[in-house]
């Protein structure tokens, strides 16, 4: 059988870089995609240089357009696609009366519709193919909002409802769509307005990484359609 393939969004730096390098561990054909080249670059010779096999796609995941450009290009590298694993976030630290407008519509491009247009770009081949499995990072946020972040914890809220839903249409055809919400990550979108945090009470990437593969393995077989929120 021919290795598995990942498409991870995000997959520049932080939770997504680290659940490259989980998948490419193993023996996983990663598709990483982000907006940085340099990063997705830096992302790729990391898999690279533990043995792995790395495609970078510079894209926007919150154009429609460019999400389904990424999938063709993974069928065309492979011709199948395993897992989706939606993790590109944006978290404006704002609250909702002085949030300008540009930047909500930023954030639920990122954190709502990118979710939605790679869930839609990818199911027509899971379904052909037999199956498949979409992880889609939420956040501790959607049920413990934090002041500031209502807007981002809202998004993510909505991919936990999108999650549950989309699952129950995916039974049939053996597609399973999962969540994992994670309270604090040390990452730099956490360090830029929470410079202060200690690192002792954050996850590391690496906790999220393995959680996310985790949840493809066959004992989650039966979970479909959850969240699970892990924290310190």
């Given amino acids: 059988m021919s290795e598995p393939l990942v498409i991870i969004t995000g997959a520049g730096r932080g939770i997504g870089r680290a659940i490259a390098l989980r998948f490419a561990a193993e023996r996983y054909l990663v598709v990483a995609v982000a907006r940085n080249s340099n990063q997705l670059a830096e992302t790729a010779a990391q898999v690279e240089a533990a043995a792995g096999r790395c495609y970078t796609h510079v894209a926007d995941v919150s154009s429609a357009a460019e999400v389904e450009q990424v999938v063709d290009s993974a069928l065309q590298w492979h011709g199948r696609i395993d897992v989706l694993v939606n993790n590109a976030g944006l978290a404006p630290l704002a609250t909702a009366a002085t949030m300008p407008l540009d930047v909500y519509q930023q954030c639920n491009g990122v954190n709502i519709d990118a979710v939605f247009y790679a869930c839609r ?10 199956g498949g499995t979409i992880v889609n990072i939420s956040s501790l946020s959607a049920v413990d909002p934090f002041p500031g972040l ?48 200690p690192a002792e009470r954050c996850l590391r990437p690496q906790d999220v990484a393995e959680t996310v593969y985790q949840m493809t393995m066959p004992a989650y077989r039966y979970a479909t359609g959850q969240t699970l929120y892990i924290c310190k």
């Fill in 121 to 130: 770009a990818v199911w027509d081949t899971m379904r052909r193919q037999g």
């Fill in 150 to 197: 209502g807007t981002y914890g809202a998004a993510k809220a909505w991919v936990v409802a999108f999650t549950r839903s989309l699952a129950e249409e995916g039974r049939a055809d053996n597609i399973r769509v999962l969540g994992v919400g994670p309270g604090a990550v040390d990452t730099q979108m956490l360090r830029g307005p929470f410079p202060d945090l």
